[in-house]
């Protein structure tokens, strides 16, 4: 399955911050969500093969990365109170043929920053 | 831009009691999915079920059913003889043929009492 690190993290404001996730086998895509309490997660940014492929309204303090090993991570850097927020990562198997095929998301357990 | 409305915040039901989840949608794409998820307490969101647009069928599995329809861009989701372990947070969610933004509802806490 898809896991996630660390599960708890608690940063001060402007700091930088560095989750990580591992990918499911055989998986070629990772997509990053922000979910604030009592909210639906928003996306934050999806990576195919190691390159950003679609991105949501979260500003450029928010980076990512994917390598060739299954793992990616998501970088946060000048924190904001705002931040606080469980940071959860999906991997999921697009489609080479004929453009991309909506495959199923599977969700990791999920990163709950707290920024003070 | 995608939509999707979970107009039902919250509902309380008591064990074994049947309960349906709304969902409705908006998108200007011919194909896309839509999606349901659960998230418990423990906050991993679990895959439910995957349908795409061309597929209208209902679909049965267990004590979960589904009914997508096109006509009116819902689709709701229902759960026969509830139990405790039900309790939780439900997402419904859409993608386009993209594949890469997953467009979440606000959830549905669903909380089932003995």
């Known amino acids: 399955g898809v896991t996630q690190s660390p599960t708890h993290l608690i940063k001060t404001r402007g700091q930088q911050v560095t989750l990580r996730c591992s990918s499911q086998?055989?998986?070629?895509?990772v997509s990053w969500y922000q979910q604030a309490l009592g909210q639906g997660p928003q996306f934050i940014f999806q990576?195919?093969?190691?390159?950003?492929?679609g991105r949501g309204n979260f500003p450029p303090r928010f980076s990512g990365l994917q390598f060739p090993n299954d793992s990616s991570e998501l970088n946060v850097n000048a924190l904001e109170l705002d931040d606080s927020a469980l940071y959860l990562c999906?991997?999921?198997?697009?489609?080479?043929?004929?453009?991309?095929?909506?495959?199923?998301?599977?969700f990791g357990p999920g990163t709950r920053l707290t920024v003070l | 831009a995608q939509k999707v409305t979970q107009a039902q915040t919250e509902i309380s039901v008591v064990e074994k009691e049947d309960v349906t989840l709304d969902c409705v949608y908006e998108?200007?794409?011919?194909?896309?999915?839509l999606f349901w998820y659960k998230q418990p307490p423990s906050g991993e969101l679990v895959f439910l079920i995957r349908?795409?647009?061309?597929?209208?069928q209902n679909e049965i599995s267990g004590r979960y059913s589904w009914n997508f329809q096109k006509s009116t861009s819902s689709f709701n989701f229902t759960i026969t003889a509830s139990q405790v372990v039900d309790s939780a947070v439900y997402f419904c969610?859409?993608?386009?043929?993209?594949?890469?933004?997953?467009?979440f509802g606000g959830g549905t806490r669903l909380m089932v009492k003995p």
């Open positions: 990576y195919y093969r190691e390159e950003e492929n």
């Open positions: 349908r795409n647009s061309f597929d209208e």
């Open positions: 969610a859409l993608i386009d043929n993209a594949g890469n933004m997953l467009t």
């Open positions: 086998s055989g998986h070629n895509t």
């Open positions: 998108t200007r794409d011919t194909t896309y999915y």
């Open positions: 999906a991997s999921s198997l697009l489609g080479t043929s004929g453009g991309a095929i909506a495959d199923t998301q599977y």
